[in-house]
Each structure stands twice: as structure tokens, then as C-alpha cells.
């Protein structure tokens, strides 16, 4: 007697059906997912006008920026500062300094800046000057204690610090 039974083993063919069976009808468990508490995370720019990276005519001269933070119970602190990063004393300016509380929102309340010449004493031998607005979950380190790059935004470890910068035609002095 010929038959397929004679070339196939017993188990095997078993095997294949209860294969077959246990796909159709069996759900794998799901191990609980366990996931570390968000710890902090960095503040971010939500939004800015005019846009950040921009580079803007003479006839710019406000910005406004909405800073955000997942984490509602931190304070964020902003710094304007003019021709920075990288620091340069000949040509770096620090603009105001913004303290920005709590608020139970994300997005905090927008933060605006008008440059001016004669306020934070912006370099005359250039037109063009990066604004940029610094902002930290942490208040900002002492200069003298920060990193020697980057005095006027440097934090503890543990804070983060986010940076939107603009290049702007400002004209100061006796430029040409």
C-alpha cells in the first residue's frame, strides 16, 4: 500500500496541525511595562517671532518668544545676549535676564526683546549682530564660576539649556 502517511512521520504531521492551531487561537501574554519617572527634561522653544534663525532687516527690532518646559514645576530663566555664543569680551553683551515661574502649563507666558544700541552697548564695527535668546531650568551659573566658553549660560549638571539666535542688521555707532 502506497500511501503519504508512509513517507511523513506521525509527530510531525501532529506537530504542524497543533502549530497551526495554537497560531489561530492563542494570545501571548504581556509582560507589565515598567517605565522610569521622566526625571528632568529640557526646556524648548514653542514658538518665536520672527522665526528663530532668521536673519532680519533693519526694520526688525522686537522679538518674541514662548518658552515651554515638561516639567511644570520648573522655573525657567531666559538671558538675551548680543554677538554670543562664542563668548568675546571685546563684543558680547548681555541683555535682560527673565525669570519665567511656574505656571502648571507647559508653555509659559512669551518673553519679548527690543535690542537697542545704546542699552546694551552693542559693538560699533559691525552692522550685523546674532541676537539670541539663552533659556534654563536652572538659574544661570556666576560667570566667574561657569565655563570659561560660555559664561553668561552655563548651569549646574543637572539643568539643561535650550538656545534660539537670530542675525540682525543693527546699525550702532559710526558704522558704515
Not at 518665536?48 to 518646559?69: C, I, N, R, Y
Amino acid at each position: 500500500m502506497i500511501g503519504t502517511d508512509r513517507f511523513q512521520p506521525r509527530g510531525l504531521r501532529a506537530g504542524l496541525i497543533a502549530l497551526g492551531l495554537w497560531g489561530l487561537g492563542c494570545v501571548a501574554p504581556v509582560s507589565p511595562q515598567f517605565e522610569d519617572p521622566a526625571g528632568n527634561l529640557p526646556p524648548f522653544v514653542a514658538d518665536s517671532t520672527p522665526t528663530a534663525g532668521a536673519v532680519l532687516p533693519l526694520t526688525q527690532k522686537t522679538f518674541s518668544v514662548t518658552l515651554g518646559d515638561p516639567n511644570l514645576d520648573d522655573q525657567l530663566v531666559a538671558r538675551w545676549l548680543i554677538d554670543y555664543p562664542p563668548y568675546d569680551a571685546s563684543v558680547s553683551r548681555a541683555g535682560p535676564e527673565v525669570r519665567l515661574p511656574t505656571t502648571g502649563q507647559v508653555n509659559r507666558e512669551p518673553i519679548r526683546f527690543a535690542p537697542s544700541c545704546a542699552d546694551e552697548n552693542i559693538a560699533t564695527d559691525s552692522i550685523w549682530h546674532r541676537v539670541t535668546v539663552s533659556a534654563a531650568d536652572r538659574p544661570f551659573l556666576d560667570p566667574d564660576l561657569a565655563a570659561s566658553d560660555l559664561p553668561w549660560d552655563s548651569v549646574p549638571a543637572e539643568g539643561f539649556v535650550v538656545r534660539a539666535t537670530w542675525i540682525v542688521y543693527l546699525k550702532c555707532g559710526s558704522s558704515p
